[in-house]
C-alpha cells in the first residue's frame, strides 16, 4: 500500500532516470555552465512566458524558498506570508535564520491569505517604524499548504494589491501543477495573473528527484544570485543532474500527466470517504490534498495500513495527500480499511 502522507513519498517518475541514464555518459562543465542547463533553463523561460527571467536550479524547496527572500529582501524588511504557509510553518526557521528576514504571518480562508488583513497589518507595522521592520514583499502558495487554489481573478488582485503598497512577490509553486490542472490552466497563464518579481518552481514533489528552482523575473534582483547560491551550499557542481531533469519533464508533459493523475486519484478517495460516518472534511479539495477530522480510535489503526499525518491534534484532523503513482487499487485498498474501521 502506498503512502498518503505526502508526494515526497513517491518515487521519480522513470521517464526522469531514463533521461538521466542518457546524458550520464560524458564530461561536462561544471557548476550549471553546461548546455543541459541552458537548455532546461530556456524551456522553463517558454513553459513560464517570460524569456527575460533568470533560472537558477537548487536542491530543495526550504533553499528555494529562502534565496528568494534573501535575493530580495534586507534586514530591515519584512515578508508578508500566510499564517498556515510552509514558509511560516515547516521551514525550521531558516527564513529567519539563514534568509535574516522577519516573517510576518496573515490570518486565512482555507489556506488562502485574507488581504483585507494584509492591509491591516501593512499600516499597523509601517505606523510603528522604525520599530518594526518595513513590510516589503508578500508571499503565498499556488497552491496552498491546504491544496486550494487561487484563481486567476484572485490572483491578479494579489498582485494589485503588492503595486498599491509596493510590496514584490513572491510565488512558492511547490506544487503549482497540481493547481495548473485543477484551474485547466497553463503555467504562462498563472504567472501572468499574478506577475510576481520572484518564485520557488518546484519539481521534487511531482516527480523529479532533488530538482527545484529560484525563477527571478524581475530584473532588479538578477545580480549576484549564484554568489548567494554558493553561500547558502546549493550550487551543486554536477549541476546537469539537477537541471536537465526539466528538459523531459516539460517536452514531455511528464508534469501534466503526474499532476493529472494525483489530482484525480485525490478526487476518486474523496468521493469514497466524505460520507463516511465520523468523517468531517474541513477544507475544499480542488488539487491532490484531503483534509478532514476522524474519530480518533481509528487514526493509529488506519495509519497502520498507509501513513497519513495528523495535522491538528487536538481537533484530529488529518491529512491525505495522493502523488503521480497512486492507483485506484491503492484507494480501494486504504478504503476497504477505512469502512471496516468506521464500522467497529
Known amino acids: ?38 537548455q532546461a533553463s530556456e524551456i522553463i523561460k517558454n513553459e513560464l512566458g ?9 536542491l530543495t524547496g526550504t533553499a528555494a524558498n529562502v534565496l528568494s527572500l534573501k535575493q530580495c529582501l ?7 506570508v500566510p499564517q498556515t504557509s510552509h514558509l511560516n510553518t515547516n521551514e525550521g526557521g531558516s527564513p529567519e535564520i539563514v534568509g535574516g528576514v522577519k516573517l510576518i504571518p496573515v490570518p486565512v480562508v482555507n489556506g488562502k491569505i485574507i488581504l483585507e ?18 513590510p516589503k514583499m508578500l508571499s503565498v502558495a499556488q497552491s496552498t499548504e491546504y491544496g486550494t487554489v487561487y484563481t486567476i481573478d484572485e490572483l ?14 513572491h510565488l512558492d509553486l511547490c506544487r503549482v501543477y497540481n493547481a495548473a490542472v485543477a484551474l485547466n490552466l497553463s ?22 528527484m532533488f530538482a527545484e528552482a529560484v525563477v527571478i523575473f524581475n530584473p532588479d534582483f538578477h545580480d549576484s544570485f ?20 526539466f528538459i523531459p519533464y516539460f517536452e514531455q508533459k511528464i508534469w501534466f500527466k503526474n499532476a493529472q493523475n494525483a489530482n484525480n486519484m485525490c478526487t476518486y478517495l474523496y468521493n469514497q470517504i466524505k460520507d463516511l460516518p465520523g468523517v468531517k472534511v474541513t477544507t475544499p479539495v480542488q488539487t491532490n490534498h484531503i483534509f478532514v477530522t476522524l474519530p480518533p480510535e481509528i487514526i493509529a489503526p488506519l495509519q497502520q495500513v498507509s501513513p497519513f499525518y495528523v495535522w491538528d491534534l487536538k481537533t484530529n484532523e488529518v491529512r491525505f495527500v495522493t502523488s503521480f503513482d ?10 476497504s480499511k477505512f469502512k471496516e474501521l468506521v464500522k467497529n
Open 1 to 38: 500500500m502506498k503512502s498518503f502522507a505526502s508526494d515526497n513519498y513517491s518515487p521519480v517518475s522513470p521517464e526522469i532516470f531514463e533521461f538521466l541514464s542518457k546524458i550520464n555518459v560524458e564530461h561536462v562543465r561544471s557548476y550549471g555552465n553546461d548546455e543541459y542547463t541552458k
Open 50 to 58: 517570460c524569456n527575460t527571467a533568470q533560472i537558477n536550479f537548487v
Open 74 to 80: 534586507r534586514s530591515t524588511e519584512s515578508v508578508l
Open 117 to 134: 488583513e494584509a492591509e491591516r497589518i501593512i499600516l499597523q507595522e509601517l505606523d510603528n517604524l522604525p520599530h518594526a521592520p518595513r
Open 156 to 169: 491578479k488582485s494579489i498582485s494589485k494589491f503588492c503595486q498599491k503598497y509596493n510590496l514584490l512577490l
Open 187 to 208: 503555467l504562462k497563464e498563472i504567472i501572468s495573473a499574478a506577475n510576481p518579481d520572484i518564485a520557488s518552481l518546484g519539481g521534487t514533489k511531482n516527480g523529479l
Open 226 to 245: 549564484t554568489l548567494l547560491q554558493k553561500q547558502g551550499m546549493q550550487l551543486y557542481s554536477k549541476m546537469r543532474y539537477l537541471s536537465a531533469q
Open 326 to 335: 497512486t492507483t485506484k487499487e491503492d484507494v480501494d485498498g486504504f478504503v
